[in-house]
């Protein structure tokens, strides 16, 4: 049985990763946020560009982040395994590093994103923009295109 999704606005989860917090299993991220548009993206871009997100990644196993405006965003080291990111925009952004194992990635826009070394086993791919994407050493198996 599926996990009963805890709603989190936008707003509120720009406010926790930047006081450090970045557990959130089994979110549903308000659908449509403008994140990369919002007057506090650049502070929150900074602590996770300074922060250890080898040893202390963002974690977003089971969520659902849909419609999501996030061009440009820095989330190596993300673990999102069964996140679901379907229509998000991306584009720019810094995955490396990333899983997103049986992630449902339709329609996501990557063009010009860096997702090097990062994990897609069983991700779905369909009718995504992966125009000039970076996927060396990245792991692309039974991942449907």
């Known amino acids: 049985m599926a996990e009963k999704l805890i709603f989190v606005k936008g707003e509120e989860f720009i406010k926790k990763i930047i006081s450090g917090e970045r557990n959130f299993f089994n979110i549903e991220l308000e659908e449509g946020f403008d994140l990369c548009g919002h007057e506090n993206f650049n502070e929150m871009q900074d602590c996770l560009k300074n ?51 049986n992630a449902d990635m339709r329609y996501v826009r990557l063009s010009f994103a860096k997702l090097t070394d990062a994990n897609f086993k069983n991700a779905d791919f369909r009718l995504a923009d992966l125009n000039m994407v970076s996927l060396k050493g990245a792991l692309v198996t039974v991942t449907n295109f």
């Not at 089971?62 to 965003?73: E, V």
């Not at 069964?82 to 998000?88: A, Q, R, S």
């Open 51 to 101: 922060g250890d997100l080898k040893n202390s990644p963002l974690i977003l196993n089971g969520s659902k982040l849909r419609n999501l405006d996030a061009d440009g965003i820095y989330l190596s080291f993300l673990e999102a395994k069964n996140v679901n990111m379907k229509h998000t925009a991306l584009m720019g952004a810094d995955l490396s590093k990333s899983c997103f194992e």
